[in-house]
């Protein structure tokens, strides 16, 4: 038997010692062990698509195109909704309810004013009650850390956003932040089981309960009942400000974090500007029985009129945002691709990629397609 393997270690060795970047790969199958589909799994599945506002219609359209181009077996119910309408339609809702999954752009949300936010309403009327954001360094993209790899998981139904506000007296408002054990329970639960099944191995819990003694400390505290369940993942607590000053000092540290409403929101978009920017950043929003996928971080995702006109858009954080929606429809062989083929093209692309002001590139969204269908293996 030693005899017999000496001729493979000789050609082992040799491989090893060789100039190649990739000594091994003749070596090493290149495909992992096989996806085997259910009867059935390769039919088309239904997504309702909501195009929004601003770059919202722009960055969509490139996900249709990339789409067909790969001949995912998806296809999209398209509906008109605009951030400035009083309620999302009836229609979109009974849509997504039937096809349990939809890909977003971007809905304004007006400032001030008495029209609520369309977002807001999307999330409590399909208790979406789980928002995730992979923020992640890109090769080729540059930003001031590395071995950044940070998915900030955020309550999503109550917490400042219940939208319990009344003026008390003139002058004087009243706004209340409601907390609950269910709503805190169940999205400790979300993160902890998603750091189980991703193989992450810490979960930070991210608070104000030094001020906000019974909300934050109601959250913190079905955290920790949850956490002890979970004994392979380490757990541990930060005050959101000193959350904040970690995040742009040492984001490494962070793994997965999670988070009541308002906090989540300023974190992602932190997390997400200093991993490479808010247009490359995919996440989506999830609960029982539906699932709304878009551009992870809100800052940037309407984008503004210059942009529109020039047609220069970044589609990359929706493109990744829908691999992670072909994941979840178990299509994992087309996500590979489509996310496959969005890296390579940031990390050769020899322009600056994009519009998105973080990125202040040259490209036109067009470009971007045409270069990531042209990698798509």
């Not at 001031?144 to 003026?167: A, C, K």
């Not at 609950?180 to 992450?200: D, G, M, P, V």
């Amino acid at each position: 038997m030693a005899r017999r393997a000496l001729p493979i270690l000789k050609q082992l060795r040799a491989c090893l010692s060789s100039d190649s970047p990739h000594p091994l790969l003749g070596l090493i199958p290149v495909r992992s062990v096989t996806y085997m589909p259910r009867p059935g799994d390769g039919t088309p599945r239904a997504v309702t698509l909501i195009p929004g506002d601003g770059i919202g219609p722009l960055v969509t359209g490139a996900v249709e195109q990339v789409m067909e181009a790969m001949h995912a077996p998806v296809y999209f119910e398209r509906y008109d909704v605009h951030g400035d309408m009083k309620s999302v339609p009836s229609e979109v809702l009974e849509s997504i309810r039937k096809n349990k999954v939809c890909l977003k752009g971007g809905l304004m949300t007006p400032v001030g004013g008495g029209v609520s936010s369309l977002n807001v309403q999307l999330r409590k009327e399909l208790d979406l009650y789980a928002s995730l954001v992979n923020c992640f360094n890109l090769s080729g993209l540059p930003s001031r850390h590395d071995n950044v790899d940070i998915v900030v998981i955020r309550e999503n139904t109550e917490g400042e956003y219940s939208g319990l506000e009344h003026e008390v007296v003139p002058g004087v408002v009243e706004s209340l932040k409601v907390m609950t054990k269910f709503c805190s329970e169940r999205i400790a639960k979300y993160a902890f089981e998603y750091a189980y099944l991703n193989n992450r191995k810490k979960v930070t819990a991210v608070h104000k309960a030094n001020i906000m003694k019974l909300a934050d400390g109601l959250f913190l505290e079905s955290c920790r009942e949850v956490g002890s369940k979970y004994p392979s993942i380490k757990y541990n607590e930060i005050i959101v400000d000193n959350c904040c000053m970690q995040l742009v000092s040492k984001p490494e540290q962070f793994d997965v974090m999670v988070t009541p409403n308002l906090y989540g929101n300023l974190v992602a978009n932190t997390a997400a500007g200093i991993a490479g920017g808010t247009g490359v950043m995919p996440g989506g929003n999830v609960g029982a029985d539906h699932a709304v996928f878009e551009q992870g971080a809100s800052a940037g995702n309407v984008g503004n009129q210059m942009i529109v006109e020039q047609k220069k858009a970044n589609p990359v954080a929706l493109l990744l945002s829908s691999a992670m929606m072909l994941r979840h429809l178990q299509f994992p062989s087309f996500a590979d691709r489509l996310e496959t083929a969005v890296k390579h093209v940031i990390s050769d692309w020899k322009k600056d990629l994009g519009g998105d002001s973080n990125l202040g590139g040259d490209s036109s969204t067009q470009e971007v397609v045409d270069a990531i269908i042209a990698n798509l293996d």
